[in-house]
């Protein structure tokens, strides 16, 4: 009997992993990437809300715009964290890398709730601060691809978009985890309380989450494919060299996907649209908890639909299911500013709503899209550099990018064409890859898996 079997979700020794092995993987990936996710979130929305006036208030009028690039500065280090895991992931193991971005990402978020502010400390406030955004952006750059790894890895090969969905869902659960605890915090703490302490207790309560996914991540057995891979000896020696030698131009591509999903997906995630709406010298000054519940309500329209798309890539493929999201995308990115600019509360939520459909449609296939992209050796270093040269070239400094085109234009109509340009790329990027949707993911089909997914490219 063959070590292992083609359609995923199988142990070394040929038996098929029990459906309490799954599970067990499955609420593992979702509750490690809620907690990752909900650290990395609650930055961007206190960068949105509060930082500007607290680490950076001598730039003025600059102050916000500082502040979004703050939260842009640890996109810059996402791959250097996205090389040393898929180093480390395809020579040691998706599960041990998982556990120690888990708590850098928490050690970081903690330091930064008790964080002296420029006013008790000066210019080492705001220096401090990035530096602690940039080691989330290095838990960051690492987390995502050893989650999908785990999940898509265990998952029988029809049930792969599925599975991979559960990585997927915790962006959007962490953001619902993210601004309702700050939405709270405004309630509990307003105004001015809110400004000196309240914004402080969403990044303490990181600490209880990391023990949460530290114990639940610790009883999850270690990928398949890798034990196969470490039983058969056929780890790669320099994983990353393999990857730029042969797939550079897979790389490019499969960035530029995420890149068209996640520029516009930041609109949110990285705190724009919270600090847009809510700026009392802009053109809506709403209150701040009431936007802060529509942005976690459109998280649930996120979560629903990012799951609904893994599922459906199950039946029509992944690539089909992207071209879908990518067109309700663009309405998505067209119906936004109009909705938002009203100042209704409720047209802003729809507005979000609308969007997050778009967002989820290309988001929730990307796990099962990129792990049938690359070979089983350097599949941890494949999927995590594309995921992490995406975000750069997408959400990195989207939001500063959107500030500073309201402050040149005047209008958030020129943000609109920016997302919608963003989104048209990540289209194209799609229309350049073949569909491998079902393709063997075990070590003993990696002469399949060399073969090149884009189209007009006979090998890799």
């Known amino acids: 009997m063959s070590t292992s079997q083609p359609a995923g979700g199988f142990t070394p020794t040929g038996t098929i992993a029990s459906a309490a092995d799954r599970r067990r993987v499955v609420f593992a990936t979702v509750v490690g990437t809620t907690v990752e996710w909900y650290d990395f979130f609650i930055y961007a929305s206190a960068a949105g809300l509060v930082f500007g006036q607290l680490f950076f208030a001598p730039l003025g009028a600059n102050s916000v715009l500082i502040s979004f690039a703050t939260v842009g500065v640890s996109f810059l280090f996402r791959p250097l964290g996205a090389f040393l895991a898929g180093h480390f992931g395809d020579k040691y193991g998706r599960k041990v890398v998982l556990m120690w971005t888990l ?48 999940a898509v890895e265990h998952a ?10 559960s990585p997927q869902i915790g962006v959007p659960l962490g953001l619902l985890l993210a601004s309702g605890v700050m939405a709270l915090m405004a309630m509990i703490a307003p105004g001015d309380a809110f400004v000196a302490w309240g914004w402080r207790v969403p990044f303490l309560l990181s600490v209880v989450l990391i023990l949460v996914g530290w114990y639940v991540r610790r009883r999850v057995e270690e990928s398949p494919v890798f034990a196969e891979l470490a039983e058969r000896k056929e780890k790669a020696r320099m994983p990353i060299v ?37 700026n009392p010298e802009g053109p809506l000054a709403l209150e701040r908890g009431p936007v802060l519940w529509a942005v976690a309500g459109s998280a649930v329209t996120w979560l629903l639909s990012t799951f609904a798309a893994g599922v459906i890539s199950d039946r029509i493929g992944r690539r089909t299911t992207y071209i879908v999201g990518w067109i309700l995308q663009l309405v998505g990115v067209f119906t936004l500013f109009p909705l938002v600019n009203t100042g209704s509360i409720w047209l802003l939520f729809l507005g979000l709503a609308i969007l997050t459909i778009g967002l989820g449609f290309t988001y929730g296939p990307q796990a099962a899209l990129y792990s049938e992209l690359f070979p089983a050796s350097i599949r941890f270093s494949g999927v ?3 995921y992490a040269i995406g975000a750069i070239l997408g959400g ?31 289209l194209i990027a799609t229309l350049l890859l073949r569909d491998r949707s079902g393709i063997p993911l075990g070590p003993e089909h990696e002469a399949e898996q060399e073969k090149s997914p884009i189209y007009g490219v006979a090998k890799a």
């Open 242 to 278: 393999q990857l730029f030698r042969k797939h550079v131009l897979l790389v490019i591509i499969a960035a530029f996907v995420f890149a068209g999903n996640n520029a516009v997906g930041y609109m949110t995630t990285g705190g724009y649209i919270q600090n847009y709406s809510t």
């Open 396 to 426: 990195a400094f989207a939001p500063t990018i959107a500030t500073a085109l309201v402050q040149a234009t005047g209008t958030t109509m020129s943000v609109t064409w920016y997302l919608a340009g963003m989104t048209v790329l990540g």
């Open 384 to 386: 995590s550099i594309s």
């Open 103 to 150: 708590i850098l990402m928490g050690a970081a978020t903690a330091l930064i709730g008790i964080l002296p502010t420029y006013e008790a400390i000066g210019v080492a406030a705001p220096i401090l601060l990035v530096l602690l955004r940039i080691l989330q952006g290095l838990s960051a750059g690492g987390e995502w691809g050893g989650a999908v790894l785990m």
């Open 156 to 165: 029988p090969r029809p049930r792969r978009g599925a599975f991979g969905a």
